[in-house]
């Protein structure tokens, strides 16, 4: 079960941080996704990231400003969202699947999915 939080309003240059509590998906042999999906357009990927290596992926529009990262303690997966943009603006889901290379970047490839979190970025 995946659960997504930390959705809010923020104003553009702003920061927010995602989380996704991941339990059941956390041991070595996941992969989570973050994706988005903006009014009127397709759920596309953000970043993903091996569970078991820390490897990432970024979307171009998101890199340098989107950091994804894991906890393997509290098993949760965080997305920090630095110098929002107005385009930003989406529902973020966060995504499993097994694996354990990074480089899954479909909707398609992933099982599991979260509940959606809003995020808005006024400019």
């Known amino acids: 079960q995946l659960q997504a939080s930390g959705g809010g309003l923020a104003q553009a240059g702003g920061s927010l941080r995602l989380s996704c509590a991941a339990a059941?998906?956390?041991?070595?042999?996941?992969?989570m996704g973050w994706f988005r999906q903006a009014p009127g357009k397709e759920r596309d990927v953000v970043a993903t990231i091996s569970w078991s290596s820390g490897g990432t992926y970024y979307a171009d529009s998101v890199k340098g400003r989107f950091t994804i990262s894991r906890d393997n303690a509290k098993n949760m997966v965080y997305l920090r969202m630095n110098s929002l943009k107005p385009e930003d603006t989406a529902v973020y889901y966060c995504?499993?699947?097994?694996?354990?290379?990074?480089?899954?970047?479909?909707?398609?490839?992933?099982?599991?999915w979260g509940q959606g979190t809003q995020v808005t970025v006024s400019s």
């Open positions: 995504a499993a699947r097994r694996g354990n290379y990074y480089y899954y970047t479909g909707v398609g490839d992933y099982d599991y």
């Open positions: 059941g998906r956390t041991s070595s042999g996941y992969v």
